[in-house]
């Protein structure tokens, strides 16, 4: 019997027995189950020096215990796969499978080189299960979402959709305030603020004039909430507040064209990030309930 045709009849195989063989000796497009315990579910593949992990976790919802719903955790794992998969983490292919309402899977790929040193390669699967579910965790503790504003009727929606798109395919969470259930008693100054203070950032499209120009300021000013202001060259909606990028370091505006719009919504995520963090490395350093002990 060749190599190959012992994995085509080996469906799993142990940790320890994938050492011996070794990494670089695995058959080329074959897939086999590793089997161990207290060890994430994973498939190997090799392609020349490629090797493909796929990962499941499966979540059988009427043993799930944790305080989000089985179905709201899975999403947010698929929405951190692709968080960390732009942060540089060799991840790709993320899906779920979630047609059946009692077991939910989701799956991702890790790709590896195949000379990567044994130890490395347990460590680097443990770390990718690992990684996927705390940041799910953080994303849904910490609210890790953005609020969209701007024009929200006609070719004004459509573009607050594009936007919208773009930054779900980067794994975040938006709101659009048009679409969000209102609440009795509740005005749309207190409706955009309770959205708005929920989020990680806000992104305004400030091309043209509509009612975002009176939620601007209590966004901005009032609530400070970081944001990033999209507004397409030579156009905007007002003069009136563009002495507050200046004034202030929580708002910045970025200009684009219909064919940079997407580069310039990154680049306003790199600089909300960036904001972000060393304001909170300033809070850490001066504030003293938040100084390390």
């Given at each position: ?31 086999i ?16 020096n ?20 089985a ?26 499978d ?14 590896e ?18 990684i ?25 929606l ?29 005005s ?31 966004i ?51 600089w ?14 001066n ?7």
């Open positions: 019997m060749t190599e190959g045709e012992y994995f085509e009849d080996f469906e799993e195989i142990s940790l320890t027995e994938l050492k011996e063989i070794g990494l670089t000796n695995v058959p080329e497009n074959i897939s189950q590793i089997f161990e315990n207290n060890f994430p579910q994973c498939y190997l593949t090799r392609a020349g490629q090797l493909s992990i796929r990962i499941e976790e499966h979540i059988y919802t009427k043993y799930w215990f944790h305080k989000y719903h179905s709201v955790f899975a999403n947010a794992m698929i929405k951190a796969i692709k968080r960390l998969t732009i942060e540089g983490i060799p991840f790709s292919d993320e899906e779920i979630e047609e059946d309402e009692v077991h939910i899977f989701v799956r991702w790929t890790l790709n080189n195949s000379d990567i040193e044994f130890e490395k390669f347990i460590e680097n699967i443990n770390t990718a299960f690992d996927v579910f705390e940041r799910a965790n953080s994303m849904l503790e910490n609210s890790d979402s953005i609020l969209i504003l701007g024009k929200d009727t006609g070719e004004g459509e573009l607050l959709k594009r936007i919208q798109s773009h930054l779900e395919n980067l794994g975040f969470y938006t709101y659009i305030i048009k679409e969000q259930p209102d609440i009795i008693g509740e749309v100054m207190q409706k955009v603020l309770r959205f708005g203070l929920s989020s990680r950032y806000v992104i305004i499209e400030n091309s043209e004039p509509t009612g975002h120009l009176y939620e601007f300021p209590h901005t000013k009032f609530a400070e909430l970081t944001s990033i202001v999209l507004q397409r060259k030579g156009e905007g909606a007002t003069w009136m507040f563009e002495d507050l990028y200046h004034k202030l370091n929580s708002i910045k505006k970025f200009e684009y064209t219909n064919e940079t719009l997407e580069e310039q919504i990154n680049q306003g995520i790199d909300a990030d960036n904001y972000l963090k060393e304001f909170g490395n300033y809070q850490k350093e504030l003293p309930w938040m100084k390390k002990k």
